[in-house]
């Protein structure tokens, strides 16, 4: 990765569970970014509990700082010279019932160190113990604003690593300042061809609160949604393939560790590998309860993703047309989807519009084809119900090439990355300081 001339600032809203954490120590160890704002909501767990993970990893760093003053080069965004603003977001979903992610990320979102490792839990009664941190004193989306209106105009990431709530909010609250001058938003969640990681459909952020999701996706006036052109949403369909294995991790990073039956000794090593080890030894466990000895590595791939594509200009989005601006070996394609809010087992799921794709309809007729002839003649097709009426076989008059178009709507999705050799690399190499 080369470092470009300008750091890109980044507002990172997220519910520090167990991903979201080793998320933020990549973006502390990313020069590339400028972390200006880190703002905290309910999801893996509630929003005072992940606060305190990030007043956790303060005092990991900082003690890791003190044992070894050589390791401050690496988290370039952790200085007291330029304090990164902490505030408290959203509490709960926009509408419908708050539920959680205890049972995989722990009470405290950490897989429980509060009572595995006291060693590691912090006093919130001293907030001179947290020179890298300011505490904000208004809500995160008049925090957010703040940043947004002093910034150059579009010179901003908004990374989303939780539920869209906050974000949601924001966009409420001062959407005509954020649409103006935002730079770019790039959100881990939802899964659209892959089964769902907190149901069957769906993927959690988008499961703790899809009312937040339709509502930046599929506005309703009077409240409009964010300029889809400027957002990137990472889906579990994206993330899923990379992960750090455990082995890889005891191999290279920890050769202590093991699970919670072993439990990581501070004093056998360095502060920031305690604290990892200390939270990760849980995750193991639920993960080979799951079927793997691994952690995916979704919300990383997030923070990566905005590591490695800066805002797009207006000109680069005028020459991309429909097609979403990504650098090098990133790929985003646009994808059309409803997400559901009510579902009685489908809540936070991404119904996607299967009539659309390729060989919808195989093996016969190509229905998708049929739909958009029907279409050129004045039938609508963007309610739900029409395709019934569709015959089976019709002859085209026209071969369909309206498929071979590029959407010109729908939600960018990040479809490639440079791969999960490249990501397990980086993570390595920049939060641990491990060339393996
Ligand atoms: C599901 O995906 C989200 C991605 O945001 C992640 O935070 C969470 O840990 C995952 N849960 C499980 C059980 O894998
Ligand atoms: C913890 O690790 C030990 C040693 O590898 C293993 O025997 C045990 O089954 C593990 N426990 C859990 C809960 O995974």
Request: with cysteine; charged share 25%; aromatic share 8%.
């Amino acid at each position: 990765m080369t470092v470009s001339s300008r750091r890109i600032p980044v507002i990172i809203d997220t519910d520090p569970g167990v991903d979201d954490v080793l998320a933020i120590l990549l973006a502390l160890a990313s020069p590339e970014l400028d972390i200006r704002a880190i703002i905290v909501t309910f999801g893996n767990t509630d929003v005072e509990a992940a606060y305190l993970n990030i007043l956790r990893l303060h005092k990991a760093l900082a003690l890791q700082f003190e044992q070894d003053p050589k390791s401050r080069a690496r988290f370039s965004n952790f200085t007291p010279g330029s304090q990164i603003i902490l505030a408290k977001g959203a509490n709960g979903p926009l509408e419908g019932e708050l539920l959680s992610a205890e049972y995989f990320h722990g009470r405290d979102g950490l897989g429980d160190i509060d009572k595995g490792h006291p060693d590691l839990n912090v006093d919130t009664k001293d907030p001179g113990a947290y020179p890298m941190l300011q505490f904000a004193d208004k809500p995160g989306e008049d925090v957010a604003l703040d940043i947004i209106s002093t910034e150059p105009v579009k010179s901003i990431s908004y990374i989303i690593l939780g539920p869209m709530t906050s974000f949601a909010r924001l966009m409420r609250k001062h959407g005509d300042t954020v649409r103006d001058r935002l730079g770019q938003v790039i959100c881990m969640g939802g899964a659209l061809d892959v089964p769902g990681n907190s149901s069957a459909v769906a993927e959690f952020n988008f499961f703790a609160d899809p009312f937040a999701v339709k509502e930046i996706f599929e506005p309703v006036s009077p409240v409009q949604g964010f300029p889809l052109e400027r957002f990137l949403l990472v889906p579990l369909d994206t993330t899923t393939p990379h992960e750090i294995t455990f082995p890889y991790y005891k191999e290279h990073i920890d050769p202590t560790f093991e699970n919670t039956t072993r439990p990581s000794d501070p004093s056998q090593k360095a502060p920031l590998l305690h604290f990892t080890s200390a939270f990760l030894e849980r995750t193991r466990e639920v993960m080979i309860m799951f079927g793997k000895d691994a952690m995916e590595l979704h919300d990383i791939v997030a923070v990566w993703c905005a590591i490695e594509n800066p805002p797009p200009s207006d000109e680069e989005l005028a020459q991309a047309g429909p097609l979403p601006v990504l650098k090098g070996r990133w790929g985003a394609v646009r994808r059309k989807f409803q997400v559901e809010r009510l579902g009685e087992i489908t809540r936070g799921m991404l119904v996607v519009d299967r009539r659309e794709g390729e060989g919808a309809y195989d093996p016969g007729v190509n229905r998708a084809a049929v739909q958009a002839e029907l279409e050129m003649h004045g039938f609508h097709s963007s309610g739900a119900l029409e395709s019934t009426a569709v015959p089976a076989q019709v002859e085209l008059e026209t071969a369909p090439e309206l498929e071979k178009k590029p959407l010109t709507v729908g939600v960018p999705v990040v479809n490639v990355t440079p791969g999960p050799a490249a990501l397990l690399r980086t993570l390595t190499e920049r939060v641990w300081g491990v060339v393996a």
